[in-house]
């Protein structure tokens, strides 16, 4: 059994000529055509203090379509909004894992879960505790300066036996930035600097890329081990900032196109995805077991 968790936010996004509402009417119409999602959950980190802001109508939606939704403190980002998800429905044993997806991007076909999922069945086969399948977990073969593995592209399948795991060695289901000391926590409007040295937290999104690094890491310390979809599928990903905005490719071109932004690609968006299946060919062939 499969459980779907939307993070949603319904105020200001990056991406300034989309409507935040069709984000949600999007995941709403592919839900009702998926093959393989059991209950679907859309949490919603708190923009009701946002002016103009559609978390309201959002709801109005998601209820009408017969789905759950929560409403939170706006903390965290994407990460904090999937691990509340998990945890209204870690206590039921009749769902074996949680699909964790953002509002901006969108499964690209109705037959989601399988190539997530025969990771798992792999590791079971050989022995290996896997927990989490990403889009994108990137090794960082490329900067040998920086060894942290994490998922580069967090959408992806997780093991409720690797979180019930967790939770059962009194460890939170994710690693979040913050929580655990006595800084004020990072939310999606605000970051506070705690270390002048630390460039990652100077940037708007630093909490988020710090969550991004670390926010398996309690799973990953009992043993479990992170993969993802590239060596046969691939993602599109829209890099929204830097000097490479534009459409990325991670993974494998030939393969099938599982996940994709969740707004129209414009003509005049740039696309690099020839490029980055190249990158990524290269990490795969030196990751090789």
């Not at 968790?5 to 055509?33: F, T």
């Not at 022995?127 to 300066?145: E, H, T």
């Not at 990953?220 to 599109?236: A, F, H, P, Q, V």
Request: overall charge positive; proline content about 3%; glycine content about 6%.
């Amino acid at each position: 059994m499969i459980n779907y968790i939307v993070a949603c936010y319904m105020g200001n996004r990056r991406q300034q000529n989309v409507d935040p509402l069709s984000y949600i009417k999007n995941h709403i119409k592919w839900l009702e055509i998926s093959k393989d999602i059991d209950n679907a959950i859309f949490v919603f980190n708190d923009s009701s203090d946002i002016k103009f802001n559609k978390q309201e109508e959002a709801i109005k939606l998601v209820t009408k379509a017969g789905h759950n939704y929560i409403i939170r403190k706006n903390t965290h980002f994407s990460y904090g909004a999937w691990e509340e998800g998990i945890k209204s429905i870690i206590k039921e044993d009749k769902y074996n894992y949680s699909f964790l997806i953002e509002d901006d991007y969108i499964p690209s076909q109705e037959f989601l879960i399988y190539p997530f999922e025969k990771h798992f069945r792999y590791g079971k086969l050989n022995n290996i505790k896997i927990g989490f399948v990403a889009c994108y977990y990137d090794n960082l073969l490329s900067n040998p300066n920086k060894p942290l593995s994490h998922a580069g592209i967090s959408n992806g399948l997780i093991s409720h036996s690797a979180v019930k795991e967790t939770i059962s060695q009194n460890k939170d289901i994710f690693e979040l930035y913050g929580r655990n000391t006595n800084k004020p926590p990072i939310n999606n409007d605000k970051i506070w600097v705690y270390n002048e040295s630390d460039k990652e937290l100077k940037s708007m999104y630093g909490g988020a890329v710090w969550n991004q690094k670390y926010f398996l890491q309690n799973i990953e310390k009992l043993g479990y081990r992170s993969t993802d979809i590239t060596e046969e599928n691939y993602t599109l990903f829209y890099a929204t900032v830097g000097v490479e905005k534009g459409m990325h490719l991670y993974g494998n071109e030939d393969g099938i196109c599982l996940m994709e932004p969740n707004f129209q690609i414009t003509s005049d968006i740039k696309d690099y995805k020839n490029k980055n299946y190249v990158i990524k060919r290269h990490i795969k062939r030196h990751n090789k077991r």
